[in-house]
C-alpha cells in the first residue's frame, strides 16, 4: 500500500519561513507524481494552493512556492502571515490514482 | 462564479445505501476530472474516486471497490457516488472536487445503528 508522509506538526514565527515536505513510500517524489498542496482551516473546505510541483492558481499568495527539494515534494512559506495557521495537504499520483498525505498541521507563534 | 454543491448525505444504517450528488456550475464540467473526497472526523483527507470527463475511466481507492460507484451525467452537470454496502468507518465529509482548484463545501456521512 502507497503511503505519503508529511510531518505531523511544525510551528513557525510570524513573518519566518518553513518548508513544509511531503514523501512517497516508492521513493523519490518526481514532477511525475504532479504534487498538488491544499490548505484547509477549521470547520472549511480544502483549499488548492499548489498543482503540477510548483504551478499556482490565481488565488494563490505568492508567499507559498512549490518545490521538489531531496526526493521530496516540498511547500515553502516565506514571510508566514497569521493566517497561515491551518492544516496542509499534499498529494501525490500514482498512476490515475491520488493519494493524500497525512497533513501537517502548522502552527504560527 | 464557480460552485459545486454536494447533496444526499445523511443518516444511515450498517450495510444500508446512500447516494451522493454534486451539482457543478461556472466551469465547464464536461471538459473536468472529477473527484469525491471524504474526511472522517478529526482524520485527514482521503481521496475516494474519480472519473475522467466522458465516464470512460473510473478509479477507486481500494477500500471502496465493490461497494461505491462513481458517475456524472454531463448533460445535467452533476456528479455521483453511489454507495452501497456501508460501514461505520464510511462515515465522513464527503466532498465532490473539479481536480483539484474547485471542492464543494460537503455532506456529512452518518453510519450508524
Known amino acids: 500500500q502507497t503511503v505519503v508522509t508529511q510531518e505531523p506538526s511544525l510551528t513557525v514565527s510570524p513573518g519566518g519561513t518553513v518548508t513544509l515536505t511531503c514523501a512517497s513510500s516508492?521513493?523519490?517524489?518526481?514532477?511525475?507524481?504532479?504534487p498538488n498542496w491544499f490548505q484547509q482551516k477549521p470547520g472549511q473546505a480544502p483549499r488548492a494552493l499548489i498543482y503540477s510541483t510548483g504551478d499556482k492558481y490565481s488565488w494563490t499568495p505568492a508567499r507559498f512556492s512549490g518545490s521538489l527539494l531531496g526526493g521530496k515534494a516540498a511547500l515553502t512559506l516565506s514571510g508566514v502571515q497569521p493566517e497561515d495557521e491551518a492544516e496542509y495537504y499534499c498529494?501525490?499520483?500514482?498512476?490515475?490514482?491520488?493519494?493524500f498525505g497525512g497533513g501537517t498541521k502548522l502552527t504560527v507563534l | 462564479e464557480v460552485q459545486l454543491v454536494e447533496s444526499g448525505g445523511g443518516l444511515v444504517q450498517p450495510g444500508g445505501s446512500l447516494r451522493l450528488s454534486c451539482a457543478a456550475s461556472g466551469f465547464s464540467f464536461s471538459y473536468s476530472w472529477m473527484s469525491w473526497v471524504r474526511q472522517a472526523p478529526g482524520k485527514g483527507l482521503e481521496w475516494v474516486a474519480n472519473i475522467k470527463q466522458d465516464g470512460s475511466e473510473k478509479h477507486y481507492v481500494d477500500s471502496v471497490k465493490g461497494r461505491f460507484t462513481i458517475s456524472r451525467d454531463n448533460a445535467k452537470n452533476s456528479l455521483y457516488l453511489q454507495m452501497n454496502s456501508l460501514r461505520v468507518e464510511d462515515a465522513a465529509v464527503y466532498y465532490c472536487?473539479?481536480?483539484?482548484?474547485?471542492w464543494g463545501q460537503g455532506t456529512l456521512v452518518t453510519v450508524s445503528s
Open positions: 516508492t521513493g523519490a517524489v518526481t514532477s511525475g507524481y504532479y
Open positions: 472536487a473539479r481536480e483539484w482548484g474547485y
Open positions: 498529494l501525490l499520483y500514482y498512476g490515475g490514482t491520488p493519494v
